[in-house]
């Protein structure tokens, strides 16, 4: 990759950074429950993203800065793993389970959704 391209996804980065820093507060502020809602919110929406990049067969230093710097910086795998963490660790094992089966399931599904929206680009 150039040095431009390099440049290019750490400025998306940190926009992305800060929209996912947005979306979680807003949906949270919002809906509030025991779910973390917010880290849902980011993590779905990116995974549309990531189908519809996939399904229009993005690649090469494109790929890269949007998935790589766009989509990777915007979703956060860490924090879905540290409120269900938490979860376990207030012992609420509901929200534990809930947590990581409606994230994996409706992940899929977004990806899924994203890909076949993707592929009529």
């Given at each position: 990759m150039t040095p431009l391209a390099w440049v290019a996804?750490?400025?998306?980065?940190?926009?992305?950074?800060?929209?996912?820093?947005?979306?979680?507060?807003?949906?949270?502020?919002?809906?509030?429950?025991?779910?973390?809602?917010?880290?849902?919110?980011?993590?779905?929406?990116?995974?549309?993203?990531?189908?519809?990049?996939?399904?229009?067969?993005?690649?090469?230093t494109a790929y890269t800065i949007v998935a790589g710097g766009g989509v990777g910086t915007y979703t956060t795998f860490s924090t879905w793993m540290l409120e269900s963490h938490r979860a376990g660790e207030d012992g609420d094992a509901r929200v534990?389970?809930?947590?990581?089966?409606?994230?994996?399931?409706a992940g899929l599904a977004a990806v899924a959704l994203g890909h076949w929206v993707g592929g009529l680009l």
């Amino acid at each position: 990759m150039t040095p431009l391209a390099w440049v290019a996804v750490a400025a998306l980065g940190g926009v992305m950074a800060v929209a996912r820093f947005v979306v979680d507060s807003t949906v949270a502020t919002r809906l509030g429950g025991d779910l973390p809602l917010g880290t849902l919110a980011v993590n779905l929406s990116g995974a549309v993203v990531l189908g519809i990049l996939a399904g229009a067969a993005l690649s090469g230093t494109a790929y890269t800065i949007v998935a790589g710097g766009g989509v990777g910086t915007y979703t956060t795998f860490s924090t879905w793993m540290l409120e269900s963490h938490r979860a376990g660790e207030d012992g609420d094992a509901r929200v534990l389970w809930a947590n990581i089966a409606v994230s994996l399931v409706a992940g899929l599904a977004a990806v899924a959704l994203g890909h076949w929206v993707g592929g009529l680009l």
